[in-house]
């Protein structure tokens, strides 16, 4: 995810002399630091470390295309560095390799009717891309139905309530910047206990960094048709962060296949369940985003009114989208968060338009705080819920009663002379429906 400004903690690189005066290790040392340093982060609650090269060049043709293109939308700082995102030492000088590590946020209390997730027949529709038949037989599983109780089965069935209003699963817990930063800073000063002073800078989220190449340079994951990390034991679910250092460690091998769709036992293979799960269309190839199209980018990076055109497709979800993750066949195997920061707060996954759109200013400053969603600020909040409401006025009549629609109505009126002047727009366009 590259969404949020930077937040790293580095430490100077060393010069030549001082690096080669301060340490000397031989392959066996080099080989061993890199084992505990993965120990370190299994200990710190990652679910994988992995330590890769620098080397990221056959990323830059695909990367120059795609904001050349202008899929970026109006996030500027993914082009403002051009391809220093694809060259580690050019962004930290003295960089050799780059340690990358996961820590999974699906909340324990969302994962809890997990088990209830029956199998695919052999052969059928939801088998694993990929996965061996066996395993594929056992524990496939696509588009939940809602007869399972499972997690992915609740937030769909949360999807087709148009009173709900729906926040991206990460959001709902603590700012995981706060909560990556502090683990990967913690995993960087164990190295340093251990060999002294060396160059390093953390990253989580933040700077021209490709994270989704180096986490696969680092065999952590691959990358998904929906362009996210996934893996094998674990899903997409998960936060990606990393550590460039000044250190040679030995690097770990690169997930593989690499995600050309022609590529044989491919881990998509030849499913397309995101791309056809998108409500906008986002997904434009298989591996390619369009941000400008995604409810992430609209109701998160977005800064002014979101397109008419789109507003209808938005549903519900007043911030991010879980959708081509939901429909994942590889998200059977999400695992739940190590730790209690991303726990769900303040009701956020259950609560409703009209009392999120009832909040003050500073009720969502108070209840925000700590959170990722307090960035987008009040005034994007009630766009987005004032968009939510919109759709849910068009709804069909079976699916929202006639109270929760004349409550929602209410709600609107009573932000129809709202003092910003986004709200009032968006407002507008949803009593349009009334």
């Given at each position: 995810?590259?969404?949020?400004?930077?937040?790293?903690?580095?430490?100077?690189?060393?010069?030549?002399?001082?690096?080669?005066?301060?340490?000397?290790?031989?392959?066996?040392?080099?080989?061993?630091?890199?084992?505990?340093?993965?120990?370190?982060?299994?200990?710190?609650?990652?679910?994988?470390?992995?330590?890769?090269?620098?080397?990221?060049?056959?990323?830059?043709?695909?990367?120059?295309?795609?904001?050349?293109?202008?899929?970026?939308?109006?996030?500027?700082?993914?082009?403002?560095?051009?391809?220093?995102?694809?060259?580690?030492?050019?962004?930290?000088?003295?960089?050799?390799?780059?340690?990358?590590?996961?820590?999974?946020?699906?909340?324990?209390?969302?994962?809890?009717?997990?088990?209830?997730?029956?199998?695919?027949?052999?052969?059928?529709?939801?088998?694993?891309?990929?996965?061996?038949?066996?395993?594929?037989?056992?524990?496939?599983?696509?588009?939940?139905?809602?007869?399972?109780?499972?997690?992915?089965?609740?937030?769909?069935?949360?999807?087709?309530?148009?009173?709900?209003?729906?926040?991206?699963?990460?959001?709902?817990?603590?700012?995981?910047?706060?909560?990556?930063?502090?683990?990967?800073?913690?995993?960087?000063?164990?190295?340093?206990?251990?060999?002294?002073?060396?160059?390093?800078?953390?990253?989580?989220?933040?700077?021209?960094?490709?994270?989704?190449?180096?986490?696969?340079?680092?065999?952590?994951?691959?990358?998904?048709?929906?362009?996210?990390?996934?893996?094998?034991?674990?899903?997409s679910l998960f936060f990606i962060g990393e550590i460039y250092v000044?250190?040679?460690?030995?690097?770990?091998?690169?997930?593989?296949?690499?995600?050309?769709?022609?590529?044989?036992?491919?881990?998509?293979?030849?499913?397309?369940?995101?791309?056809?799960?998108?409500?906008?269309?986002?997904?434009?190839?298989?591996?390619?985003?369009?941000?400008?199209?995604?409810?992430?980018?609209?109701?998160?990076?977005?800064?002014?009114?979101?397109?008419?055109?789109?507003?209808?497709?938005?549903?519900?979800?007043?911030?991010?989208?879980?959708?081509?993750?939901?429909?994942?066949?590889?998200?059977?195997?999400?695992?739940?968060?190590?730790?209690?920061?991303?726990?769900?707060?303040?009701?956020?996954?259950?609560?409703?338009?009209?009392?999120?759109?009832?909040?003050?200013?500073?009720?969502?400053?108070?209840?925000?705080?700590?959170?990722?969603?307090?960035?987008?600020?009040?005034?994007?909040?009630?766009?987005?819920?004032?968009?939510?409401?919109?759709?849910?006025?068009?709804?069909?009549?079976?699916?929202?009663?006639?109270?929760?629609?004349?409550?929602?109505?209410?709600?609107?009126?009573?932000?129809?002379?709202?003092?910003?002047?986004?709200?009032?727009?968006?407002?507008?366009?949803?009593?349009?429906?009334?």
């Amino acid at each position: 995810m590259n969404r949020c400004p930077e937040h790293s903690v580095s430490h100077a690189p060393l010069s030549d002399d001082d690096r080669r005066a301060s340490r000397c290790f031989d392959e066996a040392a080099l080989a061993a630091l890199a084992q505990r340093i993965k120990e370190w982060g299994r200990e710190l609650g990652f679910g994988a470390v992995g330590i890769s090269d620098i080397d990221l060049s056959d990323a830059e043709a695909g990367l120059a295309a795609w904001l050349e293109a202008g899929c970026h939308g109006e996030m500027d700082y993914m082009a403002k560095h051009g391809l220093k995102r694809a060259r580690p030492a050019e962004l930290v000088a003295g960089t050799l390799r780059v340690i990358t590590a996961r820590i999974a946020y699906l909340p324990a209390s969302t994962l809890a009717g997990k088990a209830d997730e029956s199998a695919a027949s052999a052969g059928g529709a939801d088998a694993l891309p990929g996965a061996p038949e066996a395993l594929s037989n056992r524990l496939a599983g696509g588009a939940p139905s809602a007869k399972t109780g499972s997690w992915r089965a609740h937030e769909m069935a949360r999807l087709t309530d148009p009173s709900s209003a729906v926040v991206s699963i990460y959001a709902r817990g603590r700012d995981y910047h706060k909560v990556m930063r502090n683990r990967l800073q913690q995993l960087a000063e164990r190295i340093e206990n251990e060999i002294g002073a060396y160059g390093y800078r953390v990253f989580t989220d933040s700077a021209p960094v490709l994270e989704i190449e180096l986490a696969q340079k680092a065999g952590i994951g691959w990358r998904g048709k929906h362009t996210l990390l996934l893996q094998r034991d674990a899903g997409s679910l998960f936060f990606i962060g990393e550590i460039y250092v000044d250190v040679p460690l030995p690097t770990d091998a690169e997930t593989s296949p690499k995600h050309a769709p022609e590529t044989p036992g491919a881990h998509c293979g030849q499913c397309t369940r995101c791309i056809d799960a998108c409500p906008t269309g986002a997904i434009v190839a298989p591996y390619r985003v369009d941000a400008r199209r995604c409810i992430s980018y609209l109701t998160i990076e977005l800064k002014g009114s979101i397109p008419e055109d789109l507003r209808p497709l938005i549903g519900n979800r007043v911030y991010g989208c879980d959708d081509c993750q939901l429909v994942c066949p590889w998200n059977k195997f999400a695992q739940a968060a190590p730790v209690g920061d991303f726990d769900v707060r303040h009701g956020l996954d259950r609560a409703t338009l009209v009392e999120l759109f009832g909040w003050s200013a500073d009720e969502f400053d108070t209840r925000m705080q700590g959170s990722a969603i307090r960035r987008i600020g009040y005034e994007r909040w009630l766009r987005n819920i004032a968009v939510a409401m919109g759709n849910a006025l068009r709804a069909e009549a079976s699916s929202i009663d006639a109270a929760a629609r004349a409550d929602i109505v209410a709600a609107l009126r009573r932000r129809a002379d709202d003092e910003s002047p986004l709200v009032r727009e968006h407002v507008q366009w949803a009593l349009a429906a009334a």
